[in-house]
């Protein structure tokens, strides 16, 4: 060995498999993927994925949603609004009101696996 090099102890390390981020929410990805139409499909995996990214899977407030969205990508308030009434509509995100003002629109990802029509039809959904 070099003159001056130090060398590591041999100590064992723990290695611990964290799932990535963006694999976590398959149950988004299946709902986004039941969208027919491209364009809507795309702009709403967009607003999904900024979510996930920005606000880290915690809620998130409908006005820091738009803010960003008009900040980073050029939409509009009501473009955002939109997408994520719709992304509500197929279950992707749950909205609901603010504690302190009852008014103040906050929105989470759901994450749940996708269970086929028939399956949950006997299971009593």
């Not at 609901?96 to 696996?113: M, Q, S």
Request: with cysteine; charged share 30%.
């Amino acid at each position: 060995a070099p003159e001056g090099t130090l060398h590591a102890r041999a100590t064992r390390t723990v290695r611990v498999d964290r799932p990535r981020r963006m694999t976590l929410l398959r149950g988004l990805w299946t709902v986004l993927g039941s969208v027919d139409d491209a364009a809507l499909r795309e702009d709403l995996t967009l607003v999904a994925v900024a979510i996930q990214v920005r606000f880290a899977n915690r809620a998130a407030r409908e006005r820091a949603i738009v803010e960003f969205m008009a900040e980073r990508f050029g939409w509009s308030a009501s473009r955002t609004r939109r997408r994520l009434e719709v992304l509500v509509a197929l279950g992707a995100l749950r909205c609901v009101r603010d504690l302190a003002d009852h008014w103040t629109k906050v929105f989470e990802i759901v994450d749940r696996p996708h269970v086929p029509a028939f399956f949950a039809a006997e299971m009593g959904a």
